[in-house]
């Protein structure tokens, strides 16, 4: 849980500068964050030696560390703890300090602070995070806008890009949180940040350009309606229901040569195509064309991965619905089975404003999916 935040008026300009000189910059650079944090931290953890275990704790994990403890008062640690302290954003409990429940990362030549990991997080930063920002093409000097922008980490690399970048998110602490990021990245002039939902939230100010890029990452899972989930990951049963808000406004703040860049997830069965279908008549509406490319696929079968991890969140979402993880793996399975799916894919959508007349199919589909992608899903 988040605790505090910083006054933004006491940073200085280069406030995490001193984390070059200690080497724990070129540490997290060295790091795979595309992956999730604890997959990361197990795959390098016998590599590490205390001192480095206990930074990936502190800074990645929302872990405490122990102030009176010799390694806590060797010159990584202690000069990382320090550093945070002098933003404002170290908490000190009973001897052990931590980071205020955020985390700290790098990607990108960007410093990245986020909600620590936690089974309902009021922010959030993922491995669909860094797919999405792998996708980025930057167009420096015109203008981009990101929505559903939680901390920040597309509209920073825009922004140190050179493009003039309005970040937009309906939660006033992910905007808190990516100002903050903007100023410890000394890239403030060219993002403006809006709370509000979605294009509404330009209503506030008085503009009326139009983006060279649009970039979405929203809630993305296919989450039935009967099962409790954190809302920074509730997509809606079919995981669209952000998704296709976006499609329908994107027409109308594209220019001629821009794009809609958004990742998502969505649900499939057999017989039931209808994610597709929804998605092709928000081009339709909104005037454009696209393609979407299937990435992973997840069964929803016997022994299913993805149920389990839907139930394992769900549980520590709303710990009164379900008795046991084991009754909440069956209802949630009861619940896919309901609405006809067999498995949700992960996707990345590209669409833009269509020049001609509509020749070409309004979506072309290019599936690549495989069960048990061994990368991710969001990467082959």
């Not at 008026?9 to 604890?38: C, E, Q, Y």
């Not at 030549?109 to 491995?127: C, T, V």
């Not at 903050?180 to 002039?189: C, H, K, P, T």
């Not at 794009?259 to 081009?283: C, H, K, P, V, W």
Request: hydrophobic content about 40%; aromatic content about 6%.
């Amino acid at each position: 849980m988040i605790e505090v935040l910083p006054s933004f008026n006491s940073l200085s300009s280069n406030p995490l500068r001193r984390l070059d000189t200690l080497g724990v910059t070129d540490f997290l650079d060295t790091l795979d964050i595309s992956i999730d944090p604890f997959e990361c931290a197990h795959r390098i953890w016998d590599q590490l030696d205390r001192e480095h275990q206990e930074l990936v704790s502190f800074l990645m994990l929302g872990g405490e560390i122990d102030l009176d403890s010799e390694v806590a008062k060797r010159s990584l640690l202690k000069g990382t703890v320090e550093t945070i302290a002098s933003l404002g954003l170290l908490s000190e409990h009973n001897g052990n300090a931590s980071l205020s429940g955020l985390s700290l990362i790098r990607y990108h030549g960007i410093w990245l602070f986020a909600d620590a990991p936690s089974p309902s997080p009021l922010l959030y930063f993922g491995s669909d995070s860094i797919g999405l920002a792998r996708r980025l093409s930057p167009s420096p000097g015109k203008n981009a806008l990101d929505l559903c922008s939680g901390p920040g980490i597309q509209a920073l690399i825009l922004a140190k890009s050179g493009m003039h970048v309005t970040a937009i998110d309906i939660n006033p602490i992910a905007s808190e949180i990516c100002q903050l990021n903007a100023l410890v990245n000394g890239i403030s002039e060219d993002l403006t940040i809006l709370t509000g939902s979605l294009y509404n939230a330009l209503n506030n100010i008085e503009s009326s350009c139009s983006y060279e890029l649009i970039t979405v990452n929203p809630p993305l899972l296919p989450i039935p309606e009967d099962v409790p989930y954190p809302f920074v990951g509730d997509g809606g049963p079919d995981g669209l229901n952000i998704t296709s808000k976006v499609i329908r406004g994107a027409g109308d703040k594209l220019t001629d040569s821009g794009y809609l860049s958004a990742i998502g997830m969505i649900g499939l069965g057999t017989n039931n195509q209808s994610a597709f279908e929804r998605i092709q008549n928000d081009l339709l509406q909104a005037g454009l064309n696209g393609v979407l490319t299937i990435i992973s696929s997840f069964n929803l079968g016997p022994q299913s991965g993805w149920i389990d991890g839907i139930a394992c969140t769900s549980v520590a979402h709303a710990p009164g619905k379900y008795s046991s993880k084991e009754e909440a793996v069956k209802e949630i399975s009861r619940a896919y089975k309901k609405i006809h799916y067999d498995r949700v894919c992960t996707y990345h959508l590209k669409a833009w404003r269509e020049r001609q007349p509509f020749q070409n199919p309004i979506l072309t589909i290019q599936d690549c999916s495989a069960d048990g992608n061994p990368l991710g899903p969001w990467i082959l």
